[in-house]
Nanobody
Framework: QVQLVESGGGLVQPGGSLRLSCAAS????????MSWYRQAPGKERELVAA????????NYAGSVKGRFTISRDNAKNTVYLQMNSLKPEDTAVYYC?????????WGQGTQVTVSS
């Protein structure tokens, strides 16, 4: 079965960095675009970044462009989100997503809190 397991969240001060990881299994990881979403309290889930199957042409939300970097290691079936210059407004639960031809799958989420 498809599994997406996020890790790497935590509490960080403004201006700090975190790297999220999402380990995938149960499908041919190298064939699919992978995405990171986030959901802050009281807000809708929003797309943060996406990366194509071969790792090219990443897309970013305007609010994170220049600060976040999405990457993937197809040999390890893992997608990453490097988050730099974090701001309090980046506080949210971050979710890994795989939009497969037979269904849309989500991880359990990892909490990122940016606070002094």
């Amino acid at each position: 079965q498809v599994q997406l397991v996020e890790s790497g969240g935590g509490l960080v001060q403004p201006g700090g960095s975190l790297r999220l990881s999402c380990a995938a299994s149960g499908f041919t990881f190298s064939s699919y675009t992978m995405s990171w979403y986030r959901q802050a309290p009281g807000k809708e889930r929003e797309l943060v970044a996406a990366i194509t199957s071969a790792g090219g042409s990443p897309n970013y939300a305007g609010s994170v462009k220049g600060r976040f970097t999405i990457s993937r290691d197809n040999a390890k079936n893992t997608v990453y989100l490097q988050m730099n210059s974090l701001k309090p407004e980046d506080t949210a639960v971050y979710y890994c997503n795989a939009d497969l031809w037979w269904g849309d799958y989500w991880g359990q989420g990892t909490q990122v809190t940016v606070s002094s």
